[in-house]
T-cell receptor, first 111, second 113 residues
Framework: QKEVEQDPGPLSVPEGAIVSLNCTYS??????FMWYRQYSRKGPELLMY????GNKEDGRFTAQVDKSSKYISLFIRDSQPSDSATYLC???????????FGTGTSLTVIP | GAGVSQSPSNKVTEKGKDVELRCDPI?????LYWYRQRLGQGLEFLIY????????KSGLPSDRFSAERTGESVSTLTIQRTQQEDSAVYLC???????????FGDGTRLSIL
């Protein structure tokens, strides 16, 4: 079993839709959680960074962490064509410094 | 401010040749990571540097791969006797400390003919 599981998609939604992206993980020691956006031929770009359980909102983006279920989500409201990209989740345990990445979900927002 | 810079952005070389990839991290970032990303795949951890500590080399796939970093500055990833399976995007990332989010460069696209 992989440390971090992420549905690769592809996911295709109409402009204005609410998008839900998810990752599950197996290691209960993960404490720090991130979401990255990666456009084609570019490096991943940090979107959200959260510590432990709860919600964090930044503009149209909301990150949610449920440690009891070992499940994290990224919600995108009022999705735009410019949101079309691959979204990667990442997490770090409280000991050690290696990041664990999901394989990414490909999202297309259709105008 | 300047982000993570990688060079070259693209590299095409013949099988068996050595290649050297360069990463300039964000100034002041003590942690530096190298990853490999094959087409349509996730990020594969290669090596991690933290300040002057011994690097974590646990992700290097073979002894043909090596990396260096002097202090908290530039890092180079060297692949010797390249093979076709080495074709991938090599991404570098840096962070202020080991627990802070990583900031990525745009990668070096390596193609082995």
């Amino acid at each position: 079993q992989k440390e971090v599981e992420q549905d690769p998609g592809p996911l295709s939604v109409p402009e204005g839709a609410i998008v839900s992206l998810n990752c599950t993980y197996s290691n209960s020691a993960f404490q720090y959680f991130m979401w990255y956006r990666q456009y084609s031929r570019k490096g991943p770009e940090l979107l959200m960074y959260t510590y432990s359980s709860g919600n964090k909102e930044d503009g149209r983006f909301t990150a949610q962490v449920d440690k009891s279920s070992k499940y994290i989500s990224l919600f995108i409201r009022d999705s735009q064509p410019s949101d079309s990209a691959t979204y990667l989740c990442a997490m770090i345990p409280n000991t050690g410094n290696q990041f664990y990445f999901g394989t990414g979900t490909s999202l297309t927002v259709i105008p | 401010g300047a982000g993570v810079s990688q060079s070259p952005s693209n590299k095409v070389t013949e099988k068996g040749k050595d290649v050297e990839l360069r990463c300039d991290p964000i100034s002041g970032h003590t942690a530096l990571y190298w990853y490999r990303q094959r087409l349509g795949q996730g990020l594969e951890f290669l090596i991690y540097f933290q300040g002057n500590s011994a690097p974590d080399k646990s992700g290097l796939p073979s002894d043909r791969f090596s990396a260096e970093r002097t202090g908290e500055s530039v890092s180079t990833l060297t692949i010797q006797r390249t093979q076709q399976e080495d074709s991938a995007v090599y991404l570098c990332a840096s962070s202020a400390t080991g627990k802070q989010p990583q900031h990525f460069g745009d990668g070096t696209r390596l193609s082995i003919l």
